[in-house]
């Protein structure tokens, strides 16, 4: 169906890097679809709910300081597309976030969706964005409700992507993974997923048919898939369809590259999806006390012994502390004297091995 008229776009106001208002001119038309690109690319997009009036609220995921061109249509009703620039000047107010969001691991990538595991304190919201290359081509915000969030987005071709996140109601550094979409998953594996896990890297799957399967070999790539080995062999149960697990135990440190070869008795395979895992050096990481006073406590677990980075900075990122501590396997504690600093904001970055993580505490005599 036609609309009867318009939409046209009047007015673009109430422009923030996360949102705007858009007034627009026209009759019948109760819904929007819209777009904001930037250079031929689209970084938002979304479709209103019924709309009351002829103005329209959209939020998108955190765009940077500079111009786009919003493009809205009918939505509940065919009609031209409308298009008008506007410019973004970023004034980002969000508090830091108080840890994380860490992007772990990326569940079960398909064409229209995906879930990832993060780990983060106080983290309400994540911004995320897909990448081809260094083109942004999805991206929104997601309310989380648990640390494995389901994000969906418009259909993807096979290929190569990367995941980016950050935090949404606060401030964070941006974490990335690669995925993949689309040609190697064989139909005998419905669910191919990686998880970090006290042990090492859990990985599952559940194998819906295998027609005379001898079972599954289990490889791993190292963060730049240019080196593999086989470090598992499972073989198929009596029944052959149902859940699989196998926990890598001596995983890399950083991104770990995860494929299955799923073998039959004729010694023929079929290759899955390649699925990914951060495992980190150091975890349960706790800043105590928050605000502080004079000594804050930095106490976290560490999966080897070696030579770690802290590197304190105040609010304008001017460094005013830093220490090498000699970091053991197991529980460590690391308290630094700030005493002699003034009250407000400062971060702690953390270096260690290829990790690095950041830090906050909030100085207060």
């Given at each position: 169906?036609?609309?009867?008229?318009?939409?046209?776009?009047?007015?673009?106001?109430?422009?923030?890097?996360?949102?705007?208002?858009?007034?627009?001119?026209?009759?019948?038309?109760?819904?929007?679809?819209?777009?904001?690109?930037?250079?031929?690319?689209?970084?938002?997009?979304?479709?209103?709910?019924?709309?009351?009036?002829?103005?329209?609220?959209l939020t998108f995921a955190s765009l940077?300081?500079?111009?786009?061109?919003?493009?809205?249509?009918g939505g509940n009703c065919t009609s031209l597309v409308s298009?008008?620039?506007?410019?973004?000047?970023?004034?980002?107010?969000?508090?830091?976030?108080?840890?994380?969001?860490?992007?772990?691991?990326?569940?079960?990538?398909?064409?229209?969706?995906?879930?990832?595991?993060?780990?983060?304190?106080?983290?309400?919201?994540?911004?995320?964005?897909?990448?081809?290359?260094?083109?942004?081509i999805r991206s929104a915000r997601v309310q989380l409700a648990s640390d494995r969030p389901t994000i969906t987005y418009g259909a993807l071709a096979p290929g190569s992507y990367t995941l980016a996140i950050e935090g949404g109601a606060c401030r964070s550094e941006v974490?990335?993974?690669?995925f993949q979409i689309g040609g190697l998953l064989p139909v005998p594996v419905a669910r191919f997923e990686a998880v970090p896990a006290t042990e090492g890297v859990e990985l599952a799957w559940t194998a819906q048919e295998q027609k005379e399967g001898s079972g599954f070999e289990v490889i791993r790539y190292n963060g730049n898939l240019k080196t593999s080995a086989v470090i598992g062999n499972i073989p198929?149960?009596?029944?052959?369809?149902?859940?699989?697990?196998?926990?890598?135990?001596?995983?890399?440190?950083?991104?770990?590259?995860?494929?299955?070869?799923?073998?039959?008795?004729?010694?023929?395979?079929?290759?899955?999806?390649?699925?990914?895992?951060r495992y980190e050096v150091i975890d349960k990481v706790i800043?105590?006390?928050?605000?502080?006073?004079?000594?804050?406590?930095?106490?976290?677990?560490?999966?080897?012994?070696?030579?770690?980075?802290?590197?304190?900075?105040?609010?304008?990122?001017?460094?005013?502390?830093a220490v090498q501590p000699k970091i053991t396997e197991g529980l460590n504690k690391v308290s630094l004297n700030v005493t002699g600093l003034a009250d407000g904001h400062y971060f702690i970055k953390?270096?260690?091995?290829?990790?690095?993580?950041?830090?906050?505490?909030f100085k207060s005599n």
């Open positions: 169906t036609n609309c009867p008229g318009g939409p046209t776009i009047a007015t673009i106001k109430n422009i923030s890097s996360t949102g705007l208002t858009v007034d627009f001119n026209g009759s019948g038309v109760s819904a929007l679809t819209w777009r904001i690109k930037q250079g031929g690319s689209t970084l938002a997009n979304g479709k209103t709910g019924t709309l009351s009036s002829n103005s329209a609220t940077a300081a500079g111009t786009y061109s919003l493009e809205i249509e298009t008008s620039n506007f410019n973004v000047v970023i004034t980002d107010s969000r508090p830091t976030c108080q840890f994380g969001p860490l992007l772990k691991s990326i569940i079960d990538p398909k064409a229209t969706q995906l879930t990832f595991n993060f780990h983060g304190e106080n983290v309400a919201s994540i911004d995320w964005k897909i990448l081809q290359g260094a083109t942004t974490q990335t993974m690669g198929s149960s009596d029944q052959q369809v149902g859940e699989y697990r196998f926990v890598d135990r001596t995983p890399l440190f950083g991104v770990n590259h995860y494929q299955l070869n799923v073998i039959d008795k004729n010694g023929t395979y079929s290759k899955s999806e390649i699925v990914n895992a800043v105590s006390p928050n605000p502080v006073k004079d000594f804050v406590n930095i106490e976290f677990y560490s999966k080897i012994a070696g030579q770690g980075k802290l590197e304190t900075f105040n609010i304008s990122g001017v460094k005013v502390n953390v270096y260690y091995g290829v990790q690095e993580m950041n830090l906050r505490f």
